[in-house]
C-alpha cells in the first residue's frame, strides 16, 4: 500500500514536471510560407512575423518558401510545413484556388491557416491585406490636401492604371476616384498601360497637355509613369502613386512625385503571428479581415 | 509597274498600291483635323511633338512587320523583343555596364532572336504564326528572367545620356526618338526599294515558289526580314527603357499587333508581295492619333479599342476592294487627274 502510495506521488510529481517541461521547450510550431524568397515584400513579412515570435516567446518560428513563385512548389511547402509539425501556417497564397487542396489536408491535420498579403479562397482564421480601396482613398486624400495646399480647388485629374480586369488597381482607383466626390475637381477617363512605364509615360504626357493639376498611377509602372511625365514637363502637376520601388523612390527624392503609398508587409507578418497563437490559444480573434494599411512615403520621411 | 514619264503625279499613282496609302492618308488629315475641333490642345505645338514621338515607335515596329508581312510572313516575336531588349538593358545598366556596351550587346540578342525566327520559317519551315508564336514566349520569358523576375531599379543618374539619346533629348528642336524613326525609315526603305534584297523580299512574298527558281536566295530574304523586324524591335526596347529609366517586364505588351494595325491601315497586304513602308508610317500616325485624340475626347477605352477595330477591318476591306476593282480604278484614277 505504501509502495504503491510512493510509487504514485512520484508518478504524478513527475507526469507535472514533464507536462511544465513540454509547454517550456516545445510550445507552438509556426510556419510562414510565402510566393517566394527574393522579393523584399516577403522579406519584410517575415521580419515581422519574427519579431512576434520573439516578443511572444516559446515559439518555434520558421519561414519557407518556394526559390520562385510556382503554385506546385507552394503546396510542398505546405505539405512540408505539416510533416514538419506545424500548429499554425501563415500563408501568403500564390492564388485563390491553386492551394486549396493542400490547405484542407492541412486543416484535417489540425493546423490552424493565417493569411498574410493574399487569400485563398478556403476558410481561414483571419485574411491580413492591405485593403486597397481604403489605401486608393488614402492617396486621393494626399492628392487633395496637396493641390489644397497649393491653393487649387478645381481642375482635372487624370488616373493611370494597370488593366481594367486586376482587382486590386481596381479596388484603389474606385477608393480614390470616392474622396474627390463633391470636390471641385473633374477625374478624366482612366488610362491603361498594361503596366508598361513607357507607355504610362505617354499617357501621363497626354494628361499634362490636357491641363491636368494632379495625377495617380495606380500600380508601379503607373507610378514611373507619372512621376517621369511630370519629371519632363517640369510643371506643377502634382503626382500620387502606388508601391514602392527604386525608381519611384528616386522619383520621390527628386520631387517630381509627391508620395507613394507603400503596403506595410512587417505588420501583416507581426500581426499575423499573434492572430496565429491567440487562435492556437483559443482567444478571441476579432474580424475576418485585418486592414494593414498603407504607409505614405514623402520626401520628407524617406 | 509601268514607267510612265514626265508627269510627276501620273507617276506617283503609276505605284503599285498607292491608292490605299493615298486614301488613309487622307483620312489620317480628317481624322487629326476632327479631334482638334473637339479639343483644340491637340493643335498645341506641345501635343504634335508629343504625338510625335508617340508615334515614332510604332512607326519602327510597323517598319519591321512590314517587311516580315512582304515576305508573306508574320513576326508575332515583336512585342516580346520590345521586352527582351527593355530588361536586357536596363539590367545591364543597374549592374553598372556602359550604356553604349548594354545597347550593342542588346541589340546582338534582338538579332539573334530575328535570325531564329527566319531560320525556323524559312529553313525549318514551320508556319511563321507557330514559329514566332514560340519565339514569343521565348523572347517573354528572357525578359522575365533578365533580372530574376522583377523589373530593374532605376538604370540611375550614369545613364542620363542614354535616356536623353533615345528619348528625352532633341535635336534641331524635334526629339531624338523622332530622328531614329526617320533615319531608320529612310535606311530600311531605301534598301527595301532600291536594293536587291529589297527586290528579292517582294519577289519571296508575291510567290515564294517562282521567286526561288529564279534563283532567289529565300532562306537569306526571310532571313533578312525578321533580322530587320527583330532590330527594329530591340531599338524600341531601348527607347521604352530609356523613357521610363528602368526596365519594366510588360514593356512591349501586344506590339506586334500594334505593327500589324499599322502595316495593314497603311496597304501592306497580309498575303505578302505588296505594299509600301510610307504606308505603314501612315498607318502607325493613324493608330496614334486615334490612342492620343480619343484620350483628349475623353473615350473610355473600350470605345478606343471598338474604333481601332473597326479601322483595321475596314482598311483590309478597302485592300480587298480596291485589288478586286483595279483595273477600273486606275482608268478612273487616271481621268481625275
Redesign the interface.
Known sequence: MKKIAIVLCVLVLATSLFAQGAKEASGYKIYLITM?Q??QHWVNVDKGAQKAATELGGITYKWLAPD??DDAKQIESINNAVAGGANAILLAANGPNAVTAALKEAESAGVKIVYVDSAANYPAVQTLATDNTAAGATAGKELLNALKGNGVTSGKIGIISVN?ATASTVAREAGFRKTFEGTGFQL?????C?????RA???G???I???VVGLFGAN??ST??VG?AIA?AGKKVVGVGFDK???IL?LIKSGNLLCTMAQNPDVMGYEGMKTAVRALKGEAIGAAYFDTGVSVLTKANL | MSREQGNPIKRILAVRGIGQVLTVTVGLIVLYVVFGIM?P?FF?S??IS?LLR?IAPIILIGIGQSYVLITGNIDLSIGSVVGMS?MISATMMTKGANPWVAVIVTLICCLAVGLANGLLVSFAKLPPFIATLGTMTIARGIAQIAN????T??IGEAAQGFRDFFY?GKTFGLFNTIWIAAVLWFIFNFILTRTRSGRHIYAIGSNVEAARLSGVNVISATNKAYMVSAFVSGVVGL???A????G???????YELYAVAASVIGGISTLGGQGLLFGTVIGASIWGVLQ?GL??A?????IRNIVIGVIVVVSVLLDVIVRSGKGLRRKRGASAV
Open positions: 517566394d527574393m522579393d520562385v513563385k481594367s478624366l477617363e482612366t488610362q491603361y498594361d503596366g508598361d512605364a513607357a509615360k505617354d499617357m504626357a497626354n494628361f497637355t490636357q491641363g508601379e509602372g514611373v509613369g517621369n519632363e520601388s527604386d525608381m528616386s | 479639343n490642345v498645341s506641345r501635343n508629343n508617340q527593355c530574376n523576375n522583377y523589373n531599379d532605376s528625352y527607347i521604352t527603357s523613357t521610363s529609366g528602368m519594366t517586364m510588360d514593356a512591349g505588351n501586344s492620343n484620350q483628349f475623353g473615350a473610355p477605352v473600350a
